[in-house]
């Protein structure tokens, strides 16, 4: 996630630099601007990443006090619909076998 914010202050720079810059030839300019749009709309896209990744950090304390497993913060943030369908998997396997703790009937 931080590599992605420097990506975008660097695009920023860029932008800016370009527009103050490319005054004399209009493709350079229109080029900054281009680029300050892209950052733009990065920046936007970034804020709700930004969320989700810090969000992941709670879901993963939640997952992993309550199945007792070890999922990091990057593992449920870029791995959470992964997590979800192999719990799904595993619980229909569970219920075609019936409950595999439940102890035979003699």
């Known amino acids: 996630m931080i590599l992605i914010l420097i ?3 660097v695009g920023l720079v860029a932008g800016i630099a370009l527009l103050v810059y490319g005054e004399q030839t209009f493709s350079m300019f229109f080029f900054g601007g281009i680029i ?3 950052v733009g709309f990065s920046t936007i ?3 709700a990443m ?3 990744y810090i969000a992941a ?5 939640i ?3 309550e199945f007792k497993t070890q999922y ?3 593992e449920i943030f870029w791995a959470d619909d992964v997590i979800d ?3 799904e998997l595993d619980r229909q396997r569970i219920e075609l076998n019936g409950n595999p703790i439940r102890k035979k009937e003699e």
């Open 7 to 9: 990506a975008l202050v």
């Open 36 to 38: 300050l749009v892209l």
């Open 45 to 47: 896209v970034y804020t």
């Open 50 to 52: 930004a969320f989700d």
């Open 57 to 61: 950090s709670y879901k993963a304390e």
């Open 63 to 65: 997952i992993n006090r």
């Open 72 to 74: 990091t913060q990057e």
């Open 85 to 87: 369908v192999v719990r």
